[in-house]
T-cell receptor, first 113, second 111 residues
Framework: ETGVTQTPRHLVMGMTNKKSLKCEQH?????MYWYKQSAKKPLELMFV???????ENNSVPSRFSPECPNSSHLFLHLHTLQPEDSALYLC????????????FGSGTRLTVV | LAKTTQPISMDSYEGQEVNITCSHN???????ITWYQQFPSQGPRFIIQ???TKVTNEVASLFIPADRKSSTLSLPRVSLSDTAVYYC????????????FGQGTTLQVKP
């Protein structure tokens, strides 16, 4: 356990479904992130939240909608996804201003059918 | 952000020392160097971080020359379980959301 918990670990969804990925951190960090990792590709930074406010959105399609209700929880709401959105979605957290690295969760393996 | 360049892949045998070098010619004065390890279907895991000279922990050593334009991650006596992707990142000391991952180095440890 890294202190960052992601659920579910695996998810299969149809293109018309709506689902949400959840991330919870127990490290007292104040910044949280969503990354996407497609097969054989580097991690792609999707969203950044600092002190519960979104500070970065790296041109992510609107079918991905993040939510950060408090500093410990981060969600990624999914709707009308495409098969090419199938990937490993990773959540991470860090302490802003006193940066000692990111702590990642184990990820959610998403398959869109 | 300083761009990093590292070998795409490396092979080694159990018990050997493995050195992975990363080039970061445009590193800024305030930038740190951090290495992560990633196993398949898991999130990256922090290995080691340094600013200059040498840093050592229970897992690895990090060597940084005086000009800081490169760094070398050293893994002593690797085992099969060290087979993973290793990422070299250069980043500021307090930049939120500025960890940009490259392709990394895929290390294959053979028996």
């Amino acid at each position: 356990e890294t202190g960052v918990t992601q659920t579910p670990r695996h998810l299969v969804m149809g293109m018309t479904n709506k689902k949400s990925l959840k991330c919870e951190q127990h490290l007292g960090h104040n910044a949280m992130y969503w990354y996407k990792q497609s097969a054989k590709k580097p991690l792609e930074l999707m969203f950044v939240y600092s002190l519960e406010e979104r500070v970065e959105n790296n041109s992510v399609p609107s079918r991905f909608s993040p939510e950060c209700p408090n500093s410990s929880h981060l969600f990624l709401h999914l709707h009308t996804l495409q098969p090419e959105d199938s990937a490993l979605y990773l959540c991470a957290s860090s302490q802003e201003k006193v940066f000692h690295g990111y702590t990642f969760g184990s990820g959610t393996r998403l398959t869109v059918v | 952000l300083a761009k990093t360049t590292q070998p795409i892949s490396m092979d080694s045998y159990e018990g050997q020392e493995v050195n992975i070098t990363c080039s970061h010619n445009n590193i800024a004065t305030n930038d740190y160097i951090t290495w992560y390890q990633q196993f398949p279907s898991q999130g990256p895991r922090f290995i080691i971080q340094g600013y200059k000279t040498k840093v050592t922990n229970e897992v690895a050593s990090l060597f940084i020359p005086a000009d800081r334009k490169s760094s070398t991650l050293s893994l002593p006596r690797v085992s099969l379980s060290d087979t993973a992707v290793y990422y070299c990142l250069v980043h500021g000391s307090s930049n939120t959301g500025k960890l940009i991952f490259g392709q990394g180095t895929t290390l294959q440890v053979k028996p």
